[in-house]
């Protein structure tokens, strides 16, 4: 049956499916009196709902609550154990593997190290060594938490690059800074048969899982749209109109900033990547003069840059000179970054402009004010005057919260069933029988 907007009975049972499992998520516990007012639905329908998420083990008892001068109410809440997800960043150094409840309490961790010392940066993406590394260790955190891989709603995966699907091959990977070319990540998961046909593979751009984590439990909560920037090696952004929905994943770092400028690891010229991603930054530093520690990865490398360039004082008080070289560099580099943010918000007039990732939380820690006076001093006055400008609060790890939260908003989107679960629709008896009749 379609009701008047064309939606059918079933989708509207879905969406209000949804909307409760949404609200007991971010808000609960909650009575199912509360539930109306929040959720929009009348008393009927909060109980039918419930009532069914109850039976099939989504929601469950909290506790109770007084009411004014009638009984107590009872309090219901999600159930951390009804579900479980996994949440994988392909990093800098390393690839990480997490293993959640639907309460986000993080079961299990491994870490996969990628080689950083071959003659190029692309040798430690090997396609081959990171599908075995995911291979590996969802197998490792699913073991060590005892937790069969059918109770898991998905896996979700966040890379660098584009990530565009085809119906043959699923999510495909454009990573044109590590040496991917149309890498099918999907099908080459999918092909070793590591998990059930049932468990769906969620694979989309690190900035963009980063963007997810940081709209519903960090720094963008309330923000009705915001730009989030994942500063790691190298540079990228999500764009987000909507807390609940997903954002878009935008290749920022590859704007051009300096006409014929320093050559990107993407090939082109005056990329803001090839000035501020972490990489180019610690490369500056070094033509410049200035001495990286020999053989360490980039987040020592950068630990470092920073020490050298804002030393902290000794135990009796003073304070050794600054690395000049090391301090010019970084200065430029708050410049570049501020030109970049201004392109940002003259583009997408954000509510609020979240620097996330190791090396933006490590770099913004020392110059974000620096930072921002740059960004609203090169965009237009009116969108700038209305962006604020903060540091992600879910620390270096958020990309596989993020990444993690990919089936878990499918699953709420589904109303809560399982991909498989979904029962097929029957279509309308006259509408068989018509088409039927055309067949002949």
């Known amino acids: 049956m379609k009701v008047r907007s064309g939606r059918t009975v079933r989708d509207l049972r879905r969406e209000n499916r949804t909307a409760v499992l949404q609200r007991l998520y971010f808000d609960g516990p909650l009575s199912r009196f509360s539930l109306g007012p929040v959720t929009g639905l009348s008393s009927g329908s909060v109980s039918n709902v419930v009532a069914e998420l109850v039976a099939e083990g989504l929601v469950e008892e909290a506790g109770s609550v007084d009411s004014a001068g009638g ?14 997800m996994i949440g994988v960043d392909v990093g800098e150094t390393r690839v990480r593997i997490e293993l959640f409840d639907l309460a986000l309490t993080e079961l299990a961790r491994v870490e996969k190290p990628l080689e950083t010392q071959g003659p190029r940066r692309v040798d430690r993406y090997d396609v081959g060594v990171v599908v075995g590394h995911l291979r590996e260790g969802i197998a490792e955190v699913l073991e060590r938490a005892g937790i069969a891989a059918e109770r898991l709603l998905g896996v979700g995966v966040g890379v660098p690059g584009i990530v565009a699907r085809t119906a043959e091959d699923g999510a495909v990977v454009h990573g044109q800074t590590i040496g991917w070319d149309a890498v099918p990540l999907e099908r080459l998961l999918r092909e070793s048969r590591l998990l059930p046909e049932t468990v769906p593979y969620y694979i989309d751009n690190g900035a963009k899982t980063l963007g997810q984590a940081e709209m519903w439990f960090g720094a963008g909560r309330g923000a009705q749209n915001a730009v ?140 974000l004010d620096t ?48 991909a498989e679960a979904d029962p097929e629709e029957q279509s309308p008896a006259w509408q068989t029988s018509l088409r039927e009749r055309a067949a002949q």
């Not at 009984?71 to 479980?84: K, V």
């Open 71 to 84: 009984r107590p109410r009872t309090l219901l809440r999600i159930s951390a154990d009804s579900g479980y």
């Open 371 to 418: 930072v921002r006076t740059y960004a609203t001093s090169y965009a237009l006055s009116y969108p700038a005057s209305h962006v604020r400008i903060d540091l992600g609060t879910l620390g270096p790890d958020a990309v596989t919260v993020g990444a993690a939260i990919l089936p878990l908003a499918d699953f709420f989107a589904r109303g809560g069933r399982r």
């Open 228 to 367: 989030v920037v994942l500063f790691g090696s190298g540079v990228g952004a999500c764009v987000v109109a909507d807390d609940m929905r997903p954002g878009r994943a935008v290749e920022w770092g590859h704007l051009t900033v300096r006409v014929r400028g320093r050559r990107c690891r993407c090939g082109a010229q005056g990329c803001l990547e090839a000035y501020a991603g972490a990489e180019a930054l610690l490369e500056r530093w070094a033509e410049a003069g200035g001495r990286p520690p020999v053989g360490a990865d980039e987040e020592t490398a950068l630990t470092a840059m920073l020490a050298a360039a804002y030393p902290a004082p000794d135990a009796d008080g003073t304070t050794a000179p600054a690395d000049a070289t090391a301090l010019a560099v970084l200065e430029e580099t708050a410049e570049y970054l501020g030109a970049g943010f201004s392109d940002l918000i003259n583009l997408f007039q954000p509510e609020r402009i979240l620097v996330g990732g190791w090396a933006g939380l490590q770099l913004g820690a020392r110059f």
